[in-house]
């Protein structure tokens, strides 16, 4: 049987979650990179990648040089062995083989022979009114009756900056929030005052048909999606976003179940999609079917948030995706870890996930006795969910359409920072080998915020976020896990300073 016949999952999925408004790693922790005497074969005077931080924190902007790695370098180029990258205070300023790249003098050099090399991380779909606890969705599972919903906000308001260190332990140096409250550009003011931060992105959003009480109850007086009814005021709702200084735009679920199926959410996303080039947004969407996918790709929206699960992808969908360069976020770990594992508290985390998530949050989900779980043959509809979504994922790596890789995190189950790693790794299981998958959270990642000239590859003029990695990434994504250290804007780290407080 054809897996698009199993089932119809988009009114239960929505209801629950799409909706809308939508360390020390792994493995070894890292020995610090040799040290070559100066003179040595690399012919470069040699620094610890320690005194670089230091003195980078101290702003004087050295430059550094990261000398004898295996360089990947999130464009989906072949490695090159025994690469110089040349650091120069927060950008990259030249990248090749040992012996092409000419050091300034009083360069520090630091040697990673050994080690890999590859671009900091870039999450494309995180909510951060989301925690990640069981208490933070009473849309899904109602427990405010133990944590009022103003009680799990205040949680969230005051457990930013471990949140934004747990990004950094995991390596992930981007994030893209896909829309909510003010709240969400708050985040991004905290993390640009902080340098244990990674970069956030904020999409203005979710623009959406749906009644934003729908959703989710208010936060801090903010309302989570920017409901709009017509044209008019989906353009009026972008513009807003542009005094907000938005970084891009999210459209939620303009058709589906709670929507009223008299708008006309095509006329809608033209207007939204007119004026966000206006401005210079980039326009990401939540869709999970397939012929508002089609529809939505025809008026030309610049990525896809999840993917249709009701069918198939068709070769003309395809050719349609492939031929207007949209790029698709799959999202495979929510349909997983907020489906099926909250639920059933089976959740296998990552050693990565182990060390750098929040341990207030992983514990939460012990805290509560029995759920209201949905009924078996839900829960055996969410297998499909599974398999189709893969099953689609690879159709569209087969047919040459830029994957990027998002977590969904903040939903139930999902960790801020190193659920990243868990999204790979099921990105792979569908069939995405690892060095698109690299690609997927990198620059395609980049591209999905509008923000591919600035970061998403080692290349030179880019910022310079970066991570030195202990294990062939290339022969199994689990490696990425085992991070060396972090560089994010020419600062060089331990991943262990970004480890969240014990409990
Ligand atoms: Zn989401």
């Given amino acids: 049987m054809p897996e698009t016949e199993k089932f119809n999952p988009v ?90 790249v000419a050091l300034p003098e009083g360069t520090r050099v630091v040697e990673i022979g050994g080690k890999w090399l590859v671009p900091g991380l870039i999450d494309a779909h995180v909510h951060f009114m989301e925690s990640g606890r069981i208490y933070t969705k009473p849309g899904q599972i109602d427990l405010t009756h133990l944590v009022p919903y103003d009680e799990e906000v205040a949680w969230m308001q005051q457990r930013v900056p471990v949140t934004l260190k747990s990004y950094l332990c995991a390596g992930v140096t981007g ?89 006309d959410y095509a006329a809608m996303h033209e207007a939204i999609v007119a004026e966000s080039a206006v401005h210079g947004f980039k326009v990401t969407t939540h869709v999970t079917e397939l012929e508002p996918a089609r ?50 508290r089976s959740f296998d985390l990552l050693p990565i996930e182990e060390q750098c998530g929040d341990p207030q949050v992983i514990a939460s989900w012990h805290e509560v006795g029995e759920l209201p779980a949905p009924p078996p043959e839900v829960m055996e ?7 189709v979504a893969a099953g689609n994922t690879k159709r569209l790596l087969d047919a040459g359409v830029p994957l990027a890789a998002g977590s969904d995190t903040g939903n139930l189950g999902l960790l801020h920072g190193p659920s990243l790693h868990y999204e790979l ?38 910022q310079a976020d970066l991570l030195v990695i202990e294990a062939d990434p290339l022969a199994d994504i689990g490696n990425l896990q085992a991070i060396g250290q972090v560089i994010k804007s020419g600062v060089v780290f331990d991943p262990a300073t970004f480890l969240p407080p014990a409990e």
């Fill in 11 to 100: 009114p239960f999925l929505s209801a629950l979650c799409l909706a809308l408004t939508g360390c020390e790693p792994a493995g070894n922790p890292a020995d610090p990179p040799s040290e070559t005497p100066a003179g040595a074969s690399s012919g470069y005077a040699v620094e610890s990648p320690t005194t670089a931080a230091a003195s980078n924190a101290a702003g004087d902007a050295p430059v550094t040089a990261l000398v004898g790695g295996i360089l990947i370098d999130g464009t989906g180029a072949a490695p090159l062995a025994d690469a110089v990258v040349l650091i120069d205070g927060s950008e990259i300023a030249s990248v090749g083989a040992r012996g092409e």
């Fill in 175 to 263: 994030a893209v929030s896909v829309g909510g409250p003010r709240f969400e550009y708050e985040v991004r003011e905290q993390a640009r005052a902080r340098h244990d931060a990674p970069d956030v992105y904020v999409a203005h959003g979710p623009v959406t048909l749906v009644p934003a009480a729908t959703l989710f109850p208010p936060f801090d007086g903010d309302v989570s999606v920017r409901s709009v009814t017509d044209p008019g005021s989906a353009a009026e709702t972008i513009r807003q976003g542009a005094q907000w200084e938005a970084d891009l735009v999210k459209t939620g679920y303009l058709g589906g179940p709670f929507a009223d199926q008299e708008k």
């Fill in 295 to 344: 529809t939505l790709v025809e008026l030309g929206v610049d990525s896809l948030q999840h993917l249709p699960l009701d069918a198939s992808l068709d070769a003309a969908f395809l050719e349609l995706a492939k031929s207007s360069g949209v790029v698709v976020v799959p999202t495979l770990a929510v349909w997983r870890r907020n489906f099926v594992d909250v639920y059933d």
């Fill in 381 to 387: 509809m969410y297998g499909g969910v599974m398999a």
């Fill in 425 to 462: 790794k099921l990105l792979g299981e569908a069939g995405v080998p690892p060095a698109e998958l690299i690609v997927a959270a990198t620059l395609h990642a980049a591209m999905v915020a509008g923000q591919a000239d600035r970061v998403g590859s080692i290349e030179p003029g880019k």
